[in-house]
């Protein structure tokens, strides 16, 4: 079995991203996965910066780190904020990425050599796409493969019907697409 992870790049209540999200795990399963579901809000990561790292790698960070470096690949979703990914999101991702425990400054062990998808749902017409160009650039530096499949749910307030599901076929497939590929992606390189 693949071992895949889902993250929302938001903890709001009623988020379309983490709706997002959970509809993604329903096709992952389908697919034969099996998905860790990653909930940021029961992660106490304080903003980056070195000086806190130096005095003290805060222990859900270890955790969250250590979680990620279980799995074969990871399903991102994120809200767009000006242009870009969330915040909480950039955050998480930034501490899972540093060395822990004798590694080498550039280890990524959390990352490094696994497939990752992308996902967002915004109220905007553009469905969070400006934030899906700079979270695969984030992903690709951190030395994770990012798959070309991607989805952005414009007006993500009519997107989901009330079981949680995408209402669009034509978004529904794209879902759909972009987990079986991730699936086949995941255990290709973990193989």
Do not use: C
Not at 11 to 33: C, D, P, Q
Not at 160 to 165: I, K
């Amino acid at each position: 079995m693949v071992r895949i992870a889902v993250v929302a790049g938001s903890v709001r209540s009623g988020s379309f991203n983490v709706m997002l999200a959970r509809a993604a795990i329903r096709h992952l399963e389908a697919h034969g996965a099996t998905v860790t579901w990653v909930d940021l809000a029961h992660f106490d990561l304080p903003l980056y910066a070195t000086a806190i790292e130096a005095e003290r790698f805060p222990a859900d960070a270890l955790r969250l780190k250590q979680l990620f470096a279980g799995q074969q690949g990871i399903l991102f979703t994120s809200p767009e904020y000006n242009g870009s990914v969330s915040p909480l999101l950039k955050n998480a991702i930034d501490w899972a990425s540093r060395p822990t425990d004798g590694e080498g400054p550039v280890a990524l062990t959390a990352y490094r050599g696994k497939a990752a998808a992308i996902m967002s749902a915004s109220l905007s017409p553009f469905g969070g796409l400006r934030g899906l160009m700079q979270l695969r650039q984030i992903l690709t530096t951190i030395q994770m493969l990012v798959i070309p499949d991607q989805l952005a749910v414009p007006n993500a307030h009519q997107a989901f019907d009330n079981e949680g599901r995408l209402r669009d076929p034509l978004q529904t497939s794209l879902l759909e697409s972009s987990a079986a590929r991730l699936v086949k992606v995941a255990a290709a390189l973990s193989g």
